[in-house]
């Protein structure tokens, strides 16, 4: 933050507009986002400027685009708030419109991990690409099609500490034209990509 001329952190901002959730994602030190909250989403969009846009970036990878059903855990926020389907596509449209009006692509990040096709469909028009992790171990590739149909670029990352192998999903990944790489889950065990 220093070095960008920015005298708060973006965490430490968007803990005093109180849209953390009390609670952190399950294994990892993060917290949610209540991105029903305009103040979320006026933070984060300055900080896709500062971070990103102004840094002459391509496109930015978003995670965590599926927190409204609970896959990643249930957020507590106060005062309370619940996070729908409804909610995180406005929130992600919004965060994408801002993208592209700065000149940047957005790549979508397991929008797969819920299970929900409309929730795919209805994203990727805005999207110019994909991230999935473990699509192949989550039984959840069937839900990129739209991604497919459209032409557009989907990765996916697989991890060994699930005993994935390439011979497990390459096949499958490069017939769909989908970008396949293997990963140990530390991400410090270099990388097998499938193509």
């Known amino acids: 933050a220093a070095q960008e001329g920015i005298s708060t952190t973006y965490y430490d901002q968007l803990n005093a507009a109180g849209v953390l959730s009390s609670n952190s994602l399950s294994g990892y030190p993060e917290k949610f986002i209540n991105y029903t909250n305009p103040a979320a989403v006026t933070i984060i969009e300055a900080m ?15 995670d965590l685009d599926e927190t409204w059903g609970g896959e990643e855990g249930n957020p507590t926020f106060t005062p309370a708030a619940t996070l729908t389907q409804a909610n995180e596509e406005t929130y992600l449209t919004t965060l ?8 940047l ?91």
């Open 105 to 195: 692509g957005w790549i979508a990040k397991n929008l797969d991990d819920e299970g929900s096709a409309s929730f795919v469909s209805d994203m990727q028009p805005k999207a110019q690409g994909m991230v999935s992790e473990e699509c192949n171990f989550n039984v959840s590739c069937s839900l990129l099609s739209s991604f497919l149909s459209a032409g557009k670029w989907i990765g996916n990352a697989e991890y060994t500490s699930d005993n994935e192998t390439q011979a497990k999903f390459c096949a499958s990944d490069n017939s769909a034209n989908i970008n396949g790489i293997l990963f140990n889950v530390n991400l410090d065990g270099g990388r097998a990509p499938c193509r």
């Open 48 to 62: 896709i400027d500062k971070q990103c846009a102004q840094k002459g970036f391509d496109a930015v990878e978003t």
């Open 96 to 103: 994408a419109n801002y993208m592209h009006s700065v000149g």
